[in-house]
Nanobody, 123 residues
């Protein structure tokens, strides 16, 4: 497995979770990273992305002000801190890596994918 996501679980509305995604150095080094999520029967949805240096981040409107994407390049790890969770945040969350320095928000732009971690937010 080249990307390993973890940290999902069951949380009440208003709670917090921190997702982690560990990648091999070959996959992680120099890459932009992103988080997407997917509900069964729906298309994969962009959540947040970060460039290699961590100086550029993008968020979906649904994530702005609640979620924070960060990375630790020494640990080949990208994080997604999720606060003020809502039931509509329930989904499988995937991390992804993209070749090149440009940060994009579309799933076809990403070349490597993790296996996903389930986040369930109860009302």
């Amino acid at each position: 497995v080249q990307l390993q996501a973890s940290g999902g679980g069951l949380v009440q509305a208003g709670g917090s979770l921190r997702l982690s995604c560990v990648a091999s150095e070959r996959i992680f080094s120099g890459k932009s990273m992103a988080w997407f999520r997917q509900i069964p029967g729906k298309e994969r949805e962009f959540v947040a992305a970060i460039n290699w240096s961590g100086g550029i981040t993008y968020y979906a409107d649904s994530a702005k002000g609640r979620f924070t994407v960060s990375r630790d390049n020494a640990k080949n790890t990208v994080y997604l801190q999720m606060n003020s969770l809502k039931p509509e945040d329930t989904a499988v969350y995937y991390c992804a890596a993209k070749k090149g320095s440009v940060v994009l928000t579309t799933s076809p732009s990403y070349h490597y994918w993790g296996q996903g971690t389930q986040v369930t937010v109860s009302s």
